[in-house]
């Protein structure tokens, strides 16, 4: 089956970015000049994904103001002949279908795909983490991971390697390679110690995952941290099913993190024709003259 309906989570507190997300949704913060969601749905469009449902919960108003028209700057942008930044903002309320539903507490990302049950039906369906870009140079993320459900016609979880330093903040693979990029899952552990995990292959951020995970979830307890965790339930589905991990090209931002954040603003500046040579020169002066602080 197509796989044609994502969910972006984006209902978390979003505590590490305190206080910029005291009133505003960490999903919006900027990175250079488009909100960190923006970069999300563009990536579901060019996967081919044809309806969007975004969890939001409190605060989180500025997510749907974002994709929605804005008539007064619409007509602002058109009486000042702003040609240019009026085709911008239209492009974004036209963008893709998108559907909202409010998770009334955030009791974890489990709990919160929960609520996109009726939204889903069932089908296969894509998760996008709310505060995770993905920046490829050729096919999207989710559309390679796309691909591997075509091919595999099971659950897949975006996942790449990570450094020792780093499988304690992400699910974890325990699993057999089956290709170059794509391994067997026999099981999961969320956060783990170092000594506890069973690999290095991390989950990042996207999922495309079969509908079978609904029934799971209903009866899925809180687990660490207190929350109910996708990983909790995900594990149950590998123990019914066939899954796979697909080891996607791309470099992965955790925007929700402050070095994740900077890394991501730094790097997209930097890719950016209209703002790299002035920002490199800036950054290559600045460079040298904290070095020589240093010394
Ligand atoms: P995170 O764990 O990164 O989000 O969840 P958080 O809880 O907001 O972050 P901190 O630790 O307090 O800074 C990953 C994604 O899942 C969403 C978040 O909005 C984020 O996009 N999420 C998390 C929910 O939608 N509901 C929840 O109950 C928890």
């Given at each position: 089956?197509?796989?044609?309906?994502?969910?972006?989570?984006?209902?978390?507190?979003?505590?590490?970015?305190?206080?910029?997300?005291?009133?505003?949704?960490?999903?919006?913060?900027?990175?250079?000049?488009?909100?960190?969601?923006?970069?999300?749905?563009?990536?579901?469009?060019?996967?081919?994904?044809?309806?969007?449902?975004?969890?939001?919960?409190?605060?989180?108003?500025?997510?749907?103001?974002?994709?929605?028209?804005?008539?007064?700057?619409?007509?602002?942008?058109?009486?000042?002949?702003?040609?240019?930044?009026?085709?911008?903002?239209?492009?974004?309320?036209?963008?893709?279908?998108?559907?909202?539903?409010?998770?009334?507490?955030?009791?974890?990302?489990?709990?919160?795909?929960?609520?996109?049950?009726?939204?889903?039906?069932?089908?296969?369906?894509?998760?996008?983490?709310?505060?995770?870009?993905?920046?490829?140079?050729?096919?999207?993320?989710?559309?390679?991971?796309?691909?591997?459900?075509?091919?595999?016609?099971?659950?897949?979880?975006?996942?790449?390697?990570?450094?020792?330093?780093?499988v304690s903040k992400y699910g974890i693979v325990d699993g057999k390679q089956l290709q170059d990029n794509v391994y067997s899952v026999k099981g999961l552990v969320e956060k783990p110690s170092v000594e506890e995990a069973p690999s290095n292959v991390a989950i990042l951020g996207r999922y495309i995952i079969n509908p079978e995970i609904f029934d799971i979830l209903a009866e899925t307890?809180?687990?660490?941290?207190?929350?109910?965790?996708?990983?909790?339930?995900?594990?149950?589905?590998?123990?019914?099913?066939?899954?796979?991990?697909?080891?996607?090209?791309?470099?992965?931002?955790?925007?929700?993190?402050?070095?994740?954040?900077?890394?991501?603003?730094?790097?997209?500046?930097?890719?950016?024709?209209?703002?790299?040579?002035?920002?490199?020169?800036?950054?290559?002066?600045?460079?040298?003259?904290?070095?020589?602080?240093?010394?």
């Amino acid at each position: 089956m197509k796989v044609k309906k994502a969910v972006i989570p984006a209902a978390g507190f979003g505590t590490r970015f305190l206080p910029a997300t005291k009133a505003m949704p960490k999903e919006m913060l900027p990175v250079v000049d488009k909100p960190t969601i923006q970069y999300i749905v563009e990536e579901a469009i060019d996967s081919g994904i044809e309806e969007i449902m975004i969890i939001t919960g409190k605060a989180k108003r500025a997510i749907e103001d974002h994709f929605d028209h804005s008539v007064e700057l619409e007509l602002e942008l058109e009486k000042k002949g702003k040609a240019e930044l009026l085709e911008l903002v239209n492009n974004i309320s036209d963008m893709v279908d998108i559907h909202y539903i409010r998770q009334k507490e955030a009791k974890g990302l489990g709990h919160a795909i929960a609520c996109a049950k009726t939204f889903v039906g069932n089908e296969p369906f894509a998760v996008m983490l709310g505060d995770d870009i993905v920046h490829t140079e050729d096919t999207p993320c989710l559309k390679q991971m796309i691909d591997c459900y075509d091919q595999y016609g099971s659950s897949v979880l975006g996942v790449q390697t990570v450094a020792d330093s780093e499988v304690s903040k992400y699910g974890i693979v325990d699993g057999k390679q089956l290709q170059d990029n794509v391994y067997s899952v026999k099981g999961l552990v969320e956060k783990p110690s170092v000594e506890e995990a069973p690999s290095n292959v991390a989950i990042l951020g996207r999922y495309i995952i079969n509908p079978e995970i609904f029934d799971i979830l209903a009866e899925t307890q809180p687990g660490k941290g207190g929350e109910i965790q996708l990983t909790d339930a995900l594990m149950e589905l590998a123990s019914k099913e066939d899954m796979v991990a697909y080891d996607f090209e791309g470099k992965r931002y955790d925007v929700g993190n402050k070095q994740g954040f900077l890394e991501a603003t730094v790097e997209t500046a930097l890719r950016r024709e209209d703002l790299r040579e002035e920002f490199l020169a800036y950054l290559e002066t600045l460079v040298e003259k904290e070095s020589v602080k240093q010394k």
